[in-house]
């Protein structure tokens, strides 16, 4: 896994996120992680939700994260 995918899954660690529950980021971290956002979606790591800039952690995603720590 990418040094900036390593970034996005430490916030959802920093934030003590479980599996699909919602997480929204700030537009700051959106944009300046658009790429690993994108690239952790088709992994299927994140999914988007229907709200701007939110996403939540799949099981896999979870795993990462836990990983991690």
Do not use: W
């Not at 979606?41 to 701007?52: A, M, T």
């Amino acid at each position: 896994m990418a040094n900036s995918e390593d970034k996005v899954l430490a916030i959802f660690r920093l934030y003590d996120v479980t599996p699909y529950q919602m997480l929204c980021l700030d537009r700051t971290a959106r944009t300046e992680l658009k790429g690993p956002i994108d690239r952790l979606v088709k992994k299927g790591f994140l999914v988007r939700e229907r709200r701007q800039d939110a996403y939540h952690l799949t099981r896999a995603g979870y795993a990462a994260v836990r990983q991690g720590k």
